[in-house]
């Protein structure tokens, strides 16, 4: 003998529809969510615009300071250079004239 328990789930038509609303309610509010109004864009526009302005402070400031870090890097390397040049030569190097002398 086979016993099976048929449970039935009641549907009510007033509730899809209700439902269907609410769905349709929710997705046009969705499509609408992205418009701006002309004020909204302005401000939008401004706050890109002093973005953009502080981008480009801040790579010239990087900029300025990788320089800086450079030239100090090869007045190092000069100076290395020419005291390694002059010992080699059995000379000294003055580093205030940047000249080897015996």
Do not use: W, Y
Not at 56 to 74: A, G, N, P, R, V
Request: hydrophobic share 40%; net charge negative; with cysteine.
């Amino acid at each position: 003998m086979h016993n099976s328990t048929i449970t039935r789930i009641p549907f009510s038509g007033r509730m899809a529809i209700v439902a269907l609303l609410v769905s349709t309610f929710v997705f046009i509010g969705q499509a609408n969510a992205e418009e701006f109004t002309a004020k909204e864009k302005a401000a939008i526009a401004e706050h890109h615009e002093i973005i953009d302005r502080q981008l480009t402070k801040s790579e010239q400031s990087i900029e300025s300071d990788l320089q800086s870090e450079f030239d100090q890097q090869i007045e190092e390397s000069e100076q290395e250079f020419m005291q390694l040049a002059c010992t080699a030569h059995g000379l000294e190097f003055d580093e205030t004239t940047e000249v080897c002398f015996e």
